[in-house]
T-cell receptor, first 114, second 114 residues
Framework: NAGVTQTPKFRILKIGQSMTLQCTQD?????MYWYRQDPGMGLKLIYY???????DKGEVPNGYNVSRSTTEDFPLRLELAAPSQTSVYFC?????????????FGQGTRLTVV | KNQVEQSPQSLIILEGKNCTLQ??????????LRWYKQDTGRGPVSLTI???SENTKSNGRYTATLDADTKQSSLHITASQLSDSASYIC?????????????WGAGTKLIIKP
C-alpha cells in the first residue's frame, strides 16, 4: 500500500550543487506532478506529466527539469541550486483528468540550500 | 487574476468545540473546489470535492458548503478531536487557455488543544 514515495525526506545543498528528487508511484496513475510549498504560501506547480514520455511546465519551472520514462517514476532535477529553491517539494499523482481527479501526495522532501 | 484566499490563517480551539474555516475565490470559469487536510510533515489528503451544483457535502465530522454565486466555501468541523490538528487547504479548479488550472490557497492552520 505504498502510494507515492519520495526520496530523500531531507536534504541540505550548497549553492551551485545539483541533485535529483526521486518520486515513484505504484497506483498506475497517468498524471504526475511536482509542487513546491513555501511557508505561508499555497502549493505552486513546477512540472507535470500526463503520461510516460510527456511532460510540461507548470507555474514555476525555472531552475528545474523533469523526465518521465516510465509510468511509475517522475524525478525532479535541480541544476545549480540557489537559496530561492529552499522549500518543501511534493510529488503527486492522479488517476484521470486532473480537473476532477483527486491528487495523491508523497510525504515531501524538505530541501535547504545554503 | 485567479486567486484563492483562506481565513483565518490560524485558529486554536479546545477539543470538542466546533469551528468553521473560510475559502473565498476569484477563479473563473469555475470547475470544482476541493478541501485537503495536511498533517504536519505530510502531503495533503483530499477531504471532499464540491461541484457547481452542490451546496453542502458531509464527510463524517467535516461538512463543506459552497456558494457559487458569492464564490465562497466553508469547511465546518464538528466536535473537534486532537487528530484534527492540521492545515486545511482549499483548492479551486478553473480553466485557462483550454487547460484546467488548480489554484491552491495558503491554508488555515488549525490547532486543537486538550
Amino acid at each position: 500500500n505504498a502510494g507515492v514515495t519520495q526520496t530523500p525526506k531531507f536534504r541540505i545543498l550548497k549553492i551551485g550543487q545539483s541533485m535529483t528528487l526521486q518520486c515513484t508511484q505504484d497506483m498506475n496513475h497517468n498524471y504526475m506532478y511536482w509542487y513546491r510549498q513555501d511557508p505561508g504560501m499555497g502549493l505552486k506547480l513546477i512540472y507535470y506529466s500526463v503520461g510516460a514520455g510527456i511532460t510540461d511546465k507548470g507555474e514555476v519551472p525555472n531552475g528545474y527539469n523533469v523526465s518521465r520514462s516510465t509510468t511509475e517514476d517522475f524525478p525532479l532535477r535541480l541544476e545549480l541550486a540557489a537559496p530561492s529553491q529552499t522549500s518543501v517539494y511534493f510529488c503527486a499523482s492522479s488517476p484521470d483528468q486532473g480537473a476532477w481527479g483527486e491528487a495523491f501526495f508523497g510525504q515531501g522532501t524538505r530541501l535547504t540550500v545554503v | 487574476k485567479n486567486q484563492v484566499e483562506q481565513s483565518p490563517q490560524s485558529l486554536i480551539i479546545l477539543e470538542g468545540k466546533n469551528c468553521t474555516l473560510q475559502c473565498n475565490y476569484t477563479v473563473s470559469p469555475f470547475s470544482n473546489l476541493r478541501w485537503y487536510k495536511q498533517d504536519t510533515g505530510r502531503g495533503p489528503v483530499s477531504l471532499t470535492i464540491m461541484t457547481f451544483s452542490e451546496n453542502t457535502k458531509s464527510n463524517g465530522r467535516y461538512t463543506a458548503t459552497l456558494d457559487a454565486d458569492t464564490k465562497q466555501s466553508s469547511l465546518h468541523i464538528t466536535a473537534s478531536q486532537l487528530s484534527d490538528s492540521a492545515s486545511y487547504i482549499c483548492v479551486v479548479t478553473g480553466w485557462k487557455d483550454s487547460n484546467y488550472q488548480l489554484i491552491w490557497g495558503a491554508g488555515t492552520k488549525l490547532i486543537i488543544k486538550p
